[in-house]
DNA sequence: GATGAATGAGAATTCATTCAT
DNA sequence: TATGAATGAATTCTCATTCAT
């Protein structure tokens, strides 16, 4: 899923194998960081979660911050992969988006907490991986954007072309918003009522101030 | 200012002197923190920074920790008044809101790195900390609270009641969306634009769908 | 050549193979223990170095220690062996100093690195290893006690018996002094200036000191 | 003594006392390098060799390199001071050198083990603090290269100017050889009939051959 | 109150060697 | 015979915190 951990060395050469640890090293080092944080979490804790020895593990990776990488690079392909698939089913135009958003809230409420993590973690990434990192946010936000484009294209979205990748980042941003102000909201809504009031109000957006607003 | 930081014992009993050296403490750590992040800048960093001798500083603080909470419970102070004080000159209503909205977002701006630290590091606070720091947020998200309330009772926003809350917490998560996202926004529209069209968007919102739409 | 790597026991029994794949490891590992030291030689290095795996090379020694052994051996046997053949052309008396002189340096020039190598590393080889390389230079020493001893004879060169041992190990010491010296030396002398001014002094001193010095 | 262990940072402040433990460090680690080589002995070794903790030990050093460069400055100075008030007292031409020459031999013999330790170790310390080694062996090697040019002024030796640096290196060679080939010249010779030996050959190339060999 | 030297538990990472295939 | 994945003891270095002066 995750093809780009290639760019990881590993002093192991069988790919599959690789491929195999590594993901017996995403699932442990995820759990960690997600309860402790990247920087409280130890080596030797990854190894002992994942079930490989300490040496083993430095086998697949060259160091930590590989860990979170591939930590990250897993969260962002299985959050593209799930709304990808989520959309596939979605019809177009208005009806569309609003099931897209509500694919969108429930993939980041059963991700709530990798969703969490990469919001506190990736500015720990080393430059190069930061930058890959935000680059795959930026190609979810635009799977947004498609649907929002569809939408004026067929004509049951009305929005002017300036707002567009707006409205995308605000839809990722307020599904996002239900995993790092959960805190508050879930006092407040269940995700069901969250979504429905969301998305509500993301549709009257998408009325042409003209002829609706006004 | 952080009237609260009196619930981190220290050594020293001047009361002023304790202030004092805390306004150094914060300001030191604050541009570190900001620039390494919290786990990669050490105590002794902190002390260079704020002039004062790691004996010394020991002296006003308890733990690293402390410091994170000084510096945390300082932003949400700043946050706080500068939003107030910016909300005072407000009008009421619909156009109230604009203006707050406006102030919001210039505050953001204004605060970004300590807005992304606060959210990237309030997790490393010990529990009861994080606790005191989420409820500043909260009230600071019941002010605005308070202005669409006052706006729906005026008459100018309509808006439905279940959603009042939710709309407070959508102008907050907003707001600081110019900071975390502004690796991506910052490309796309100025201050002033991101303003301009979240603004309308919101208003748009606040427009009972059934009356408004007419 | 290096008869006695036989020492050295190997997992594999076939004898030729044993010898071709040692010849080389030698190979590999001389070069980089030369560029990097032994210590900072991994035994990783050193099998990829010689194209061997890991496991394959260690069928063929027991240690690390064993691959400098070998590589210690094979360098004392090398230089040995040139020295010899270089001698066997050689005339004797005076003038088969002055030839033996020469060709002492030109081999410690050739083999300048391998020198250098054998005087940094042999202190790190097991006890019993390290005596038998100091008995292998005590040999090639001893070489030149032979060339010394016919030049008496002949009486082409005057010596106190006393110092016969003495001049050997000096003419040892001279030649690998452009070794471990070329820092300082290459900046004064060519190796044919070296040469011809060591061996003029060196003659100079094989002349009995009653008739020739006072 | 050795003044440019400045050249190496420390936390700690005071002069004085960097100093003072510099000095332990450099007395525990001396050991311990003689006896075992810089890579096999571990900074925990040198820590409580020198009774520091391990801790304290690297507040004054920044890495396990800055030892070795410690240890041979302070090699290289207490050889250059001993030799230099050696000198001091030594009169000139053939006379002073033929002392020299015995001062020189002694300092060896006395720090056989610190001197044998430079030998095999030098190349360990990173580029720049090789090369400043190295210097400092320069350096001492042009002391007996003033002697030699004394002696020529006084017309007590006879040497072609062309040879005056190499018999300079050659004596410091001759010296150090005395603890490099130990194992093989304490078996020959006592240091003083070593040094009486080596002085007459020595003294035996300081007349012109034309007119001495006559 | 201020200082800064001392401490040592703990962290990341390496690497010689083994052994199942 | 050949392979290379697995191992974990050992290593260097860091850093929050203390406490004598």
Redesign the pocket.
Known sequence: MSRDSKRIP?????RQ??EK?RQQIIRGACDLFVRKGF?????????REC?????????????????LYLVCDHIHSELESRLKSALAETGSGREGLTKAIAQHFRVMAEMSDDVLLIYQETKSLPGEAMSYVLKKEEEITSLFEEILQRGIRDGTLTLDPSVVKLMAHNIMVLGQMWTFRRWALKGLYTLEEYTRHQTALLLNQCIHPKTGGK
């Open positions: 590993s002093v192991v050469k069988n194998l690789v640890r920087h409280r979490t130890t080596t030797r804790e990854i190894a079930g490989l020895s300490i040496g083993t593990m430095y086998e697949y990776i060259q160091s930590k911050e590989d860990v």
